[in-house]
């Protein structure tokens, strides 16, 4: 057995075991390891490269929206966090506190951020006196600590990355306006950036956040379990929190009203995503636009003259695509071409460039794609910049077509409880099925099958058939699943 072979077979294959191969994948690209921190990950630089593109373009789309970035603390004083009772209620499992600072005993415990509204409210409070204050549309790019009793890396940890958007409005439609606008936002980055396709729609009253008066959300199927990833939340909070916190304001007659608030947000679970739907078993297959390398350069050399031309070759090529894309030409010397061949593949960079002699002297470049193994093209130097360029966009529309292939595949309208349960337990997917609105009905699922409603879809049927649970009218048609 070569090296090179022996390297790809340590990866488990995803059809015996997908958790342990989410595992290895993880840690062999060189996304994340392990902390001594129990519940938390150390991000390595090939996985932060990868947060950081996709935090720029996020950030941009965000930005468009008349939002700014801002920064708030870290720490909530228990007062302040518990003023809010359902708010409280539905984190207080996941909370850290502070109880001791140096070597004196707190007065007063404080919260390590699970989520921001209880310290980022009472400064809108102080901000905000007359309508012309209004809107206020702020985000924060932060990490948040929800104590997690089973971490696993971007997916769920002690502590984890990602942005979260507060805005306060002079009028309930306006908040709704923003909540909805912030959702669409996600979509559209979740569905171009990362090549995941998502049902957007409405979380149902038992599954919305803490708090708020509508939560809206994104589901992303993934692969393995085919089982429900939440991708991004938006919150409407109606004027809750404008009461609670005292956020208010005079109107244009003089009245004094609370206002309305709105928060949501991404975190790097969306990592976790790309790489459960993505990927394969030899490894990663990141999207284009947001991977770290999207072209690595493969030398290949016998002898020392042989070398000389072909690293020539190499930087001359390299020379070509360094301002148009993300390119590394892989010198190393103590690895053979095989070995990097397999390295690449393992990290996910969508093209890979290889030049050998023949190459050289054919003033060509061998062009492999990540995402269609076996497949090799022959493109000449000269037109090396334009093969590029299609080749990254036809993959980041390969990758998301696959992926809206394996929704749809495992996706299926279910009109009785039993074949829901069938498909539960064979983690078949998504079941679309009619629900009366109850959480009775709700609630007896989860029991009995550790599926949710995932999300009651936008996207609703004209006519709506008998609730799968009890056989009444529904209300809605909704999706069921298990989920990470």
């Known amino acids: 057995m070569t090296t090179e072979r022996k390297f790809v077979e340590e990866l488990i294959e995803q059809e015996d075991d997908f958790d342990r191969w989410y595992v290895e994948v993880v840690r062999k690209a060189e996304l994340a390891d392990d902390s001594p921190v129990r519940g938390t990950k150390v991000i390595r630089p090939y996985g932060f490269a990868l947060w950081e593109h996709m935090q720029a373009e996020l950030d941009r789309r965000i930005k468009e929206t008349g939002v700014q970035n801002a920064y708030f603390p870290l720490f909530i004083p228990k007062s302040m966090f518990e003023r809010e009772a359902e708010h409280i209620e539905g984190f207080a499992p996941e909370v850290a506190w502070v109880t001791r600072g140096g070597d004196k005993e707190l007065e007063e415990p404080w919260a390590v951020r699970p989520t921001s509204e209880a310290i980022i409210c009472p400064m809108f409070a102080r901000w905000v006196q007359s309508y012309r204050d209004l809107p206020i549309l702020i985000n924060q790019w932060c990490s948040v600590v929800r104590w997690e009793e089973r971490p696993r890396a971007f997916l769920r940890t002690l502590e984890f990355l990602w942005q979260e958007g507060h805005t306060v409005h002079a009028t309930l439609e306006e908040a709704e306006e923003r909540a909805r606008l912030m959702l669409e936002v996600y979509r559209d980055f979740v569905e171009t950036e990362l090549a995941l396709p998502v049902i957007p729609g409405q979380k149902t009253e038992s599954e919305k956040f803490a708090g708020a008066l509508r939560t809206y959300t994104i589901e992303a199927m ?139 002297a054919q003033e060509q470049v061998t062009l492999v794609r990540r995402d269609v193994l076996g497949q090799r093209q022959a493109v000449p130097v000269s037109g090396v910049g334009a093969a590029i360029a299609e080749t990254l966009e036809d993959v980041q529309r390969s990758l998301f077509a696959s992926a809206k292939r394996m929704l749809d595949e495992h996706t299926e309208d279910v009109t009785s409880y039993d074949r829901l349960k069938e498909r539960v337990a064979a983690n078949a997917g998504f079941s679309r099925a009619f629900w009366c609105g109850s959480a009775e009905c709700e609630a007896r699922v989860k029991a009995e099958t550790r599926a949710t409603i995932r999300c009651i879809p936008f996207d609703q049927p004209e006519r709506i058939g008998a609730c799968l649970v009890c056989g009444e009218a529904g209300r809605y048609r909704v999706i069921w699943a298990r989920a990470y």
């Open 222 to 360: 993934m692969g393995g379990k085919h089982w429900a990833l939440q991708s991004a939340t938006s919150h409407n909070l109606g004027d809750h929190f404008g009461r609670v916190f005292e956020i208010q304001f005079l109107d244009a007659e003089g009245k004094r009203r609370y206002a309305f608030n709105t928060s949501w947000g991404l975190s790097h679970r969306t990592v976790g995503a790309m790489v459960m739907v993505h990927g394969d078993d030899r490894g990663l297959k990141l999207p284009p636009r947001v991977a770290p390398i999207q072209v690595v350069i493969v030398p290949i050399w016998r002898t020392d003259e042989e070398r000389a031309k072909v690293e020539e070759a190499v930087e001359r090529v390299r020379g070509l695509l360094r301002d148009s894309v993300r390119v590394h030409a892989d010198l190393r010397d103590d690895k053979t071409p095989g070995w990097k061949f397999n390295d690449w593949d393992l990290k996910g960079v969508p093209v890979r460039l290889e030049i050998g002699p023949r190459d050289v």
